[in-house]
């Protein structure tokens, strides 16, 4: 079990994000700029669309996953920018930080996505000027079954920043109309998940 979950077992990671992540997560979005933070706020409920999506994918190294993902967007702020309503996106995973498994064997752990638009970017896992692509900072928790290397994935994403038809997106996927599941007993281990009820905004 140890060599199958090496993705979530690095431990010279700053586990210090994790309480620092908190405060990411009850804001719509911080941004670095010239060294400092600002808060950036969603414009308006109008300026929002509902967000979902799905995708599956393998390990691709310790720290991370690479998934074939669709995003499913409701209304025109981006749906009409983009001239589609759903976008084929290829998604980097990365381990930033994890803590030690609780009495149960959940891990807690903080990560971020890297989501590039198919066509529209490089596909090579860094959100980059040019490129249509977005970034979240996440808090994942993976939580065992009953089948050996088989853990529930449940995850609260903000969106942290945007390049492309995505600059100045904010907005948060909270994981309640989320599920997904890592099976580190695969060669390589993989990954599948899904969420609705994600909210993408236009940010001021």
């Known amino acids: 079990m140890k060599i199958k979950m090496r993705w979530f077992l690095p431990t010279t990671m700053v586990i210090a994000l994790f309480a620092f992540s908190a405060s990411v997560f009850i804001q719509p979005k911080v941004q670095a700029q010239d060294e400092q933070s600002r808060i950036i706020a969603p414009r308006g409920q109008g300026c929002c669309d509902l967000l979902s999506g799905q995708g599956q ?57 890297v989501w590039e638009v198919k066509g529209q970017s490089d596909e090579d896992g860094v959100c980059e000027p040019g490129e249509d692509c977005l970034v979240t900072l996440d808090r ?17 994403l903000a969106i942290s920043d945007g390049q492309g038809r995505f600059a100045k997106a904010c907005g948060k996927i909270d994981g309640t109309g989320g599920e997904g599941q890592i099976n580190f007993a695969a060669t390589p281990p993989t990954v599948w998940w899904s969420f609705t009820g994600g909210r993408l905004c236009k940010c001021s």
């Open 57 to 113: 994918g393998v390990a691709t190294a310790p720290d991370t996953f690479v998934v074939d993902a669709e995003l499913k967007l409701s209304g025109e702020q981006f749906g009409g920018v983009f001239g589609a309503r759903t976008l084929q996106i290829k998604s980097t995973t990365r381990l930033l930080a994890q803590n030690p498994p609780t009495a149960n064997g959940t891990v807690n752990a903080i990560t971020s996505h």
């Open 140 to 156: 994942a928790a993976l939580i065992p079954t009953t089948t050996p290397g088989l853990m529930d994935l449940r995850s609260v």
